[in-house]
């Protein structure tokens, strides 16, 4: 079965510094590997996902993440936050076959914005 | 274009009781999911059907049953609610199975008392 860490549950980042979200995944294969962001009261929206070719992935809003099968990481980067990124933000692993281990979800990064 | 709509919500309800969970989507997608989210948990899948017709079991199915009505709507129905199950619903579609990107709907935020 996969599973997802993200190992900082808050992070509080200045207004225009830059972002980084950490997320390690277990999976025995090539992972379909993904980052939801999720704003106070809402449902989740897909920023970006990686299935496969090129390591660095671009997003929506300015966002980024690079796979990095050696260290089994996908974290999300953005060079300057805004105070609208304030959010949850999830990450995700999907795997082929189904069951309970279809697509799994990290516990949550929970982003603050600095004026 | 609504996307994937669910009703209630919001809704309460006393131990025992029982409900249903109404999901809808626009989008023509195959498969349909139904998470749980806690506090500190992220979100856990509950059920899912993969395509109208058939229906599996997630991480956390225990008691709640499913219903894929037709292609567009998928339901989740608490036979004797347990305030364990005091949670946020979401549900989600998607085009082809857990490898593509999922469509949430908003929520339905439900307390069990």
């Known amino acids: 079965a996969q599973s997802v860490t993200q190992p900082d549950i808050h992070i509080t980042v200045s207004e225009g510094a830059s972002l980084e979200l950490r997320c390690n995944y277990s999976?025995?294969?090539?992972?379909?590997l993904f980052w939801y962001v999720q704003s106070p009261g809402q449902g989740l929206q897909l920023l970006l996902k990686y299935f496969s070719g090129d390591t660095l992935v671009q997003g929506i809003k300015g966002f980024e993440a690079e796979f990095k099968r050696s260290q089994s990481s996908f974290n999300l980067r953005k060079p300057s936050v805004h105070w609208s990124d304030a959010a949850e933000y999830f990450c995700?692993?999907?795997?082929w076959g189904g069951g309970a281990d279809g697509l799994t979800f990290g516990k949550g990064t929970h982003l603050i914005i600095q004026p | 274009n609504a996307g994937v709509t669910q009703t209630p919500k919001f809704q309460v309800l006393k131990t025992g009781q029982s409900m249903t969970l109404q999901c809808a989507q626009d989008m023509n997608h195959n498969s349909m999911y139904w998470y749980r989210q806690d506090p500190g948990m992220g979100l856990r899948l509950i059920y899912y059907s993969a395509s109208e017709g058939t229906t599996d079991k997630g991480e956390v199915p225990n008691g709640y049953n499913v219903s894929r009505l037709n292609k567009r709507e998928f339901s989740l129905r608490l036979e004797s609610a347990a305030p364990s199950q005091t949670s946020v619903y979401f549900c989600?579609?998607?085009?082809?199975?857990?490898?593509?990107?999922?469509?949430f709907g908003p929520g339905t935020r439900l307390t069990v008392l």
């Open positions: 989600a579609s998607s085009e082809e199975g857990h490898t593509d990107t999922q469509y």
């Open positions: 995700a692993v999907g795997a």
């Open positions: 999976y025995g294969a090539t992972p379909y």
